[in-house]
């Protein structure tokens, strides 16, 4: 017997009134017993548990079965963003010798009397400082950065030191004022000395690490490797992004959706396109040779099986999330025990797609490149406009942002027509997390956000 429809309203942000079917056991629907042993057909049916899980419930699971991936030695211009496996040392002082702290000239502090002709050695610009040595009674000129010449222990300002009025380089000075031992130089190892931690393991290599690294001869970080993403679409009515849609077809845009925020969370993507549903099973064995495989399409009993087929235990079957649902994750665990290959199955909008993405699959990514285990660190903004009440689950809505005169962060949502609405949605710049039965919102709260791309825009 098929379970009693009822009618409710439409949620769908920016969606209208109308009246859509749902069925009672939905959510939350008791798992029917199976007849004559069919536990293979509950698990192809469910595809996991029948509970639907919150955004943090199913994120938990997820990264509690993620460990870091293999590490591999990169190119240090290469690692930005990697995070490190092992902990980067300095190798050297920094300084690596005492430098001149301004322009003046280096001497030794016992003959900075005042009154005292100094006589000058070295050239104005010469390359070869530091190979001087200084006597008594002798100066040598010096830039900022230059090596304090052997012998001197101490730099005169030049505006405190009377050359003598002569054409070309002086070669006698005279000293205006005393100078004390140290003055107007950095020491040796004033910054760091070799052997000091630059880095802990588990660090992400920042742009500002990068200048430190390459001083301390650190070209080379041992770091966690990229992970590999692989995506595909399931649909015999699918074709690709480049292909006309004739014929009752659509291109698959759902693939290149994926794609753009794996690569924004540091992975490497390969798109394998649109496959039918007859070539599954050559898909999903060419798709686990990747970590993280997402496949996007409707919940058929044949794409179920093929996972099965293929090794895929299911875990999470459903997120109490709204676009994004009805959303499926299933791991394939190796003969060691180990979790080898997480599988995610979307719906095929691209909103939906993106939101459990940018939700769901980047935090993974983090994980098995060395990241946190933990969620990610959360942004919050004001809200600003009216919104309705939302339903039983998580609204990510799209929204626009903004920096007000009071140095706060703005969250505004857009204009668009619920799950289908690729042009009203290619506004936004984040999705808003409004909590589950919340609201009516009438702007000035604070809501999560999660940005889908670097903010602000460069084009901003």
């Not at 994120?59 to 290469?78: D, F, H, M, S, W």
Request: negative net charge; contains cysteine.
């Amino acid at each position: 017997m098929f379970p009693r429809q009822v009618s409710k309203r439409d949620t769908n942000e920016g969606g209208g009134d109308r009246a859509w079917p749902i069925s009672e056991r939905r959510y939350n629907a008791p798992l029917m017993r199976p007849r004559n042993g069919g536990r293979a057909r509950l698990a192809i049916e469910g595809w996991g548990n029948s509970l639907m899980l919150s955004l943090a419930e199913a994120r938990a699971q997820i990264l509690e079965r993620a460990e870091p991936g293999e590490t591999i030695e990169v190119c240090l211009a290469e690692a930005l963003g990697l995070v490190l496996a092992e902990p980067a040392v300095a190798d050297v002082d920094l300084p690596p010798f005492d430098r001149a702290a301004l322009d003046g000239y280096a001497l030794r502090a016992s003959d900075g009397r005042v009154e005292t002709r100094l006589r000058v050695v070295g050239l104005h610009d010469d390359d070869e400082c530091s190979e001087l040595e200084i006597s008594a009674d002798e100066a040598a000129h010096v830039a900022p950065g230059d090596p304090i010449p052997w012998g001197a222990d101490a730099v005169l300002r030049s505006d405190r030191i009377r050359p003598e009025p002569d054409l070309g380089p002086p070669r006698l000075v005279e000293v205006l004022e005393p100078v004390e031992v140290g003055e107007n130089l950095v020491p040796r190892g004033h910054y760091l000395r070799a052997g000091t931690e630059l880095a802990p393991a588990g660090a992400r290599v920042r742009m500002a690490m990068v200048g430190l690294l390459a001083a301390q001869g650190c070209v080379h970080p041992v770091c966690y490797r990229r992970v590999r993403v692989a995506v595909f679409a399931v649909g015999d009515h699918m074709v690709g992004p480049g292909e006309a849609p004739v014929m009752h077809r659509e291109r698959n845009a759902a693939g290149a959706t994926v794609v753009a925020p794996c690569l924004r969370w540091g992975a490497t993507a390969h798109d394998l396109g649109a496959i039918a549903e007859d070539d599954l099973d050559a898909a999903l064995s060419r798709a686990l040779t990747a970590p993280i495989v997402v496949v996007m399409g409707r919940s058929t009993s044949t794409l179920r099986r093929a996972l099965l087929r293929a090794g895929v235990e299911p875990v999470i079957s459903g997120v109490s999330i709204q676009p994004g649902s009805r959303m499926n994750y299933g791991v394939v665990v190796g003969p060691s025990g180990r979790v080898e290959h997480h599988v995610f199955h979307l719906p095929p909008s691209p909103i939906a797609a993106l939101t459990v993405t940018s939700l769901l699959v980047g935090p993974l990514i983090a994980r098995l490149q060395g990241g946190s285990a933990g969620p990610p660190p959360a942004l919050r903004a004001v809200w600003t406009a009216p919104h309705r009440p939302t339903d039983d689950r998580l609204w990510a809505v799209p929204v626009t942002l903004a920096v007000d005169d009071q140095a706060r962060l703005l969250a505004t949502p857009i204009d668009y027509r619920g799950k289908d609405d690729l042009l009203g949605f290619a506004r936004a710049e984040a999705l808003a997390l409004l909590a589950p039965k919340s609201g009516p919102w009438q702007g000035g709260e604070i809501v999560e956000v999660a940005p889908l791309g670097p903010w602000p825009p460069h084009d901003s």
